[in-house]
């Protein structure tokens, strides 16, 4: 992960103690420069998360638990009336693939699994597990 | 609001008890420790004072010093004030979280009574832990008797604070020598303490949570360096603000403490270099020796980090010989007292005739007529012009003369 030439500082204008803010201006909630957004850590992956949209039930378990915060999230008002976070998508720049979010994901089939880096999300959709059938 | 403590102007402590009411007149918000002998007093008292209303804090109870510096380090990032205290195998333990904590620029303050280093086990006095924390990136200071221990305390909070410094301090007692020995002390009334201290700034505290920070970060090749040479700088720019503060302290209680400690040096043909409690005795020996006739003087680094080697290499422009008396087995080279003089002196193009004696490991005692000795060594040294004494010396150990040369 190399840091981006326009980021490297000299020692005298460094952090102190290498504690690193997350905004610039808080008030407006700018991300700093060395915020973790700023890092594509795609390259870590060996398998990849897939969003399965159709079984999610937005418990949000995954967005919590992401130590990257790679969850993509929508305000929508539910049917009684609240506001709730909707998932829509992983970004896969900050994805290291770690598996975490399958792991919570709590829907009887699960929402999310890991698919091998080279097989393409549609693909993946069709792999998906179906629900078996009940046996009379 | 925490029960103020009565205090009569001059108290019977050891150096234990000094340094826990230097802790509770600075209104630590955590302590987090694991008791060890010999500072385990420390702990007791300050956990006392907190159960009968005389600090507002939280003492954390740990399963040991690895877990009690770590706690401290989370106290302190989330932006209280810190305190913990420890002693040999237990800052042993210490070790890992003492390289996090002044890494992190975290004003932690830990009141040491240093203790031998197992094994085998010993639980009395020598500088064997202090030096295994010598490269730690805290700042070392060194008290010779009670008084001192509850000065140093005190001032370490106002050093270790101060907004250019950023950095954990510990103040150093010998064990039992010091931490158990019963002496007069003039302490502060609580008003007075507090204020000298002043109220704790935190900096990117953790529990701010609109402002959210990274603790810890990882820094590979490309910023390590950085990192750590802005820390390193910090460390030795701080001697100014120890001194700045030893300024303060001294208007405030008339006792004047310096980053080099002297003793009848004006004059003096000869030197000796110690800390802590043999600093004392050595002053006996060295009056001794000036009634025969040798002129000797002591010094001794108030702080061993950061190491004042300008400061130190001045006041020895005139001495022709120096023996440096290290209380910690170097084991396989010469005491660090030995070779930072000996580097401050070569790097100011001073020349003294430099030898080393190893001393009290175990807390072995260490008496008058044994340095007199030394000082009797290091004169002939002086007279001959070139060291005839062995390079590093003994003092007070059984059997044959164990010397290296």
Redesign the interface.
Known sequence: M??PKEM?????K?Q????????ED?ANKVRSKFNSYNYKVADWRVEKPVFNRNLCIDCDFCWVFCPDSCFEVEEVVNKRGKKQAKIVGINYDLCKGCGVCVEVCPTPIKSLLMFSEFVENDEALKQWPKKEDKKD | MATKYELKSKEIWDGNTAASHALRQAQVDVVAAYPITPSTPIVQNYASFLADGYVDGEFVMVESEHSAMSACVGAASAGGRVATATSSQGYALMVEVLYQASGMRLPIVMTVVNRALASPLNIHGDHGDLYLGRDAGWIHLMANNPQEAYDMTLCAFKVAENKSVRLPVTTNQDGFLVSHTAQVVEPLDDDTAYKFIGDYTPMNPMLDTSNPATYGAQTEEEWHFEFKASQHKALIDSAKVIEEVFNEFEKLTGRKYNLVESYKLEDAEIALAVMGSAYETAMVAVDKARVEGIKVGLVMPRSFRPFPYNEIASKLKNVKAIAALDRSCPMGAMGALYNEISGALSANGQAAIMTNYIYGLGGRDTTAEHILEVIKETNENAKAGKRVTDLQGFINLRGPKLSFN
């Not at chain 1, 102190?16 to 905004?23: I, K």
């Open positions: 190399a840091t490297m500082t000299t020692w005298d460094i102190f103690g290498a504690v690193l803010p997350s905004f808080p």
